[in-house]
């Protein structure tokens, strides 16, 4: 979503990192091309105006200008503007939560506008809320006006396993509201979603009715969803919204599309209402908390690491991972275990989703992007493996040039595909291999804990990747001095 913008400001970044020094009217240019950035990617006006000002007015101080990397500071500056306009404010950078402390039943309000995305939030939202809250959740459709609503949120429900209140032909929406209390109560739910109805455009009959809900639900949060891809005008609904009903919080859907990102940008400073929940795809998981900081570092090109490892805790069996790790103790590493590797990186979402979070990959994921490397890759990968037999896919030395056809064309790839596999099957079996000479998993988890790593290769300190107490860190990649010292500090966390 933010990538138009985050190629302009890393041109512009660019040019400042490259000058050993820099005075008022190099960075005056600087920030204006970054207003012109803000200005394409939809930001609104003036939301754009006030960050620039506040920006501006800090580095052009004598403490930048005259520091020995001025180039970094103005990036650091830019990015703590960045997750202040995004939210930061409330939580440090870190995602606002959902406020769940009030006798049971909690009363969740979902509004916004028809076509949001308003009755898959709520079931998303339903299965987190189970899920990671570990609490009892109930949906009640409140929509009478949309054709098959309740309807849709029922098989949603079934979907994600949670409960919905039982339809009833004719009920006015506050009706339904006052009997999904009722059922919430006599079943001990814990949390209570009500989806709302939506209109095309806001309208004062559509506000009445969230009014009347509300008098009757009392809501703990009431959240709007706003489909980003709207640009400019999801800010003038959720200013519309905001002016009739106590929000309490956003969710932003098709945060996985190609918006310019402008209403994300200028949601925050111009409801003065958190971010909340970003909807990053169609799957009933593909709902995420929204972090400010780590969607400004995304939008620097700093990668985010952290999420990184929280996909990879979601999506990773830990029975795989432990035989995985017994296998890695012993320097074994089989066809079987490159395959289970290759899934993973599917289930958490891809190469491109990866590579948009690893630091400093702008560059590499748009290499990737023109030689037609893609997601499609890991699937041709997959097929070549599953083409191969069970003793091939155990022994791989068996491969010889007659199986190698036969496996070809079993998956529909060329031999040159077989043999590229083959390849990086036995790289990552000679860096097994070398695990087990290091004293296997023990050995890697001192070499990590004792800051290996980070030790091994010095960098900038608080400009570069590590930042830690051990000043380690990878150079060329600036403003990440919040990351912990060294992977066996974020391996220990997790």
Same mark, same amino acid.
């Given at each position: 979503m933010f990538d138009t913008l985050s190629d302009r400001l890393g041109g512009v970044f660019d040019k400042l990192r490259g000058r050993g020094a820099l005075n008022e009217q190099d960075v005056r240019e600087a920030m204006r091309e970054v207003r012109i950035a803000l200005l394409e990617a939809d930001v609104a006006l003036p939301v754009a105006r006030r960050f620039i000002d506040e920006v501006t007015e800090k580095a052009v101080g004598q403490s930048v200008l005259r520091s020995v990397t001025p180039g970094q500071q103005v990036v650091k500056i830019v990015n703590d503007a960045?997750?202040?306009?995004? #939210? !930061?404010?409330?939580?440090? #950078?870190?995602? @606002?939560?959902l406020d769940l402390?009030?006798?049971?039943?909690?009363?969740?309000?979902?509004?916004?506008?028809?076509?949001?995305? /308003?009755?898959?939030?709520?079931a998303k939202l339903a299965k987190l809320i189970k899920e990671k809250h570990g609490k009892k959740a109930m949906m009640a459709s409140l929509d009478v006006n949309r054709p098959a609503a309740q309807e849709q949120l029922k098989v949603l429900g079934e979907q994600v396993g949670v409960a919905t209140l039982p339809i009833i032909a004719g009920?006015?929406? @506050?009706?339904?509201?006052?009997?999904?209390?009722?059922?919430? /109560?006599?079943?001990a739910v814990d949390?209570?979603?009500?989806?709302?109805?939506g209109r095309l455009h806001v309208d004062q009959a559509l506000m009445e009715e969230m009014k009347a809900v509300s008098a009757i639900s009392a809501p703990k949060e009431t959240l709007l969803v706003v489909d980003s891809l709207t640009g400019q005008d999801a800010v003038n609904v959720a200013q519309s919204f905001a002016g009739q009903v106590s929000l309490t919080g956003v969710i932003l859907t098709r945060m996985d599309g190609d918006a310019r990102g402008g209403a994300a940008l200028s949601m925050r400073a111009v409801t003065g209402k958190p971010i909340k929940f970003a909807g990053t795809g169609e799957k009933m998981d593909a709902i995420e908390p929204f972090h400010p900081s780590r969607v400004a570092n995304r939008i620097l090109g700093m990668g985010d690491i952290v999420s990184i490892v929280e996909k990879a805790a979601a999506t990773i069996e830990v029975e795989d991972a432990e035989k995985l790790a017994q296998r890695m103790a012993k320097g074994q590493f089989d066809m079987n275990d490159l395959r289970m590797q290759l899934r993973q990186m599917q289930n958490m979402g891809g190469l491109g989703m990866l590579a948009g979070m690893m630091p400093g990959m702008k560059k590499a994921k748009a290499a990737m992007a023109?030689?037609?490397?893609?997601?499609?890759?890991?699937?041709?990968?997959?097929?070549?493996?599953?083409?191969?037999t069970p003793k091939e896919r155990a022994k791989p030395e068996l491969l010889n040039a007659k199986?190698?056809?036969?496996?070809?064309?079993?998956?529909?790839?060329?031999?040159?595909?077989?043999?590229?596999?083959?390849?990086m099957h036995q790289e990552m079996e000679r860096a097994m291999k070398q695990i087990k000479k290091m004293g296997g998993l023990k050995?890697?988890?001192?070499?990590?804990? /004792? #800051?290996?790593?980070?030790?091994?290769?010095?960098?900038? !300190?608080?400009?570069?990747?590590? #930042? !830690?107490?051990?000043?380690?860190?990878?150079?060329?990649?600036?403003?990440?001095g919040?990351?912990?010292?060294?992977?066996?500090d974020l391996l220990k966390k997790k």
């Open positions: 960045l997750i202040d306009m995004l #939210g !930061g404010g409330e939580g440090g #950078g870190e995602a @606002v939560g402390n009030a006798a049971p039943p909690v009363v969740i309000m979902m509004v916004g506008l028809q076509g949001s995305g /308003k009755t898959t939030s709520t009920q006015a929406p @506050v009706d339904i509201a006052t009997r999904a209390l009722n059922a919430a /109560k006599l079943q949390v209570l979603l009500l989806d709302t109805a023109a030689s037609g490397m893609d997601d499609r890759v890991l699937l041709r990968m997959d097929a070549i493996i599953g083409s191969m199986r190698k056809i036969r496996i070809a064309n079993g998956s529909g790839t060329q031999v040159q595909d077989v043999n590229k596999l083959i390849k050995g890697l988890a001192a070499m990590f804990g /004792k #800051g290996g790593l980070d030790a091994a290769m010095p960098g900038p !300190g608080a400009q570069g990747l590590g #930042g !830690g107490a051990n000043g380690g860190g990878l150079p060329g990649l600036p403003g990440m919040n990351m912990p010292a060294n992977l066996g």
